[in-house]
């Protein structure tokens, strides 16, 4: 790596505040769900689909801290040029897996909103305006995760800056456009 310029701050490792907020909200997240659940399930008895897309999304936040937390440990939090290569393309596969998702996440968060307002008792064209929603939601995302996947052939190529010169990747414009 080559040296850092002056105006770059010294080598400080921000990693732990990272591994934190991901540990404290991942932990947020199980919990109000563990709660949700309970209250839903065994006392009111009323469990919906609108649970099961915040069990799938709660639980693949527990991946992404997964990720986040690994990424710590091969040196993320770290500026770039104080990482070895091989610290650099492991911290930022992982970034790279995280970054997908939350994508997901957030989908599957904002469409399980969607369906517990839908079984709120409302009208009609509230429900019809949801139900497109939900599908606008579920179409821009699989756009947005397929092109974020395909960006680059090989995929290493996303993480790897020693295969990216080898690799065939879309033009930033397009991955611009896109978000």
């Not at 769900?33 to 009111?44: C, E």
């Not at 770039?80 to 091989?86: I, K, N």
């Not at 993480?159 to 991955?175: D, G, H, M």
């Amino acid at each position: 790596m080559e040296v850092p310029p002056n105006s770059l701050s010294p080598n400080i490792d921000r990693g732990q505040n990272l591994e934190i907020a991901s540990l404290i909200t991942a932990s947020l997240c199980v919990a109000s769900l563990v709660f949700r659940l309970l209250g839903r399930g065994p006392i009111v008895r009323n469990l919906g689909i609108d649970d099961l897309f915040i069990l799938i999304a709660t639980m693949s936040t527990v991946v992404s801290t997964v990720f986040n937390v690994k990424q710590v440990a091969a040196g993320g939090g770290r500026h770039q040029y104080y990482l070895s290569v091989s610290q650099l393309i492991e911290s930022t596969k992982y970034s790279t897996f995280s970054e997908v998702l939350v994508l997901w996440i957030t989908a599957l968060t904002k469409i399980s909103i969607c369906i517990f307002v839908m079984r709120i008792p409302n009208s009609q064209r509230l429900k019809n305006f949801l139900l497109v929603v939900i599908a606008y939601l579920a179409v821009v995302n699989i756009v947005v995760i397929v092109v974020f996947l395909t960006q680059c052939r090989p995929i290493d190529a996303l993480w790897n800056p020693i295969v990216q010169t080898q690799a065939t990747c879309l033009p930033k414009n397009v991955e611009l456009g896109l978000s």
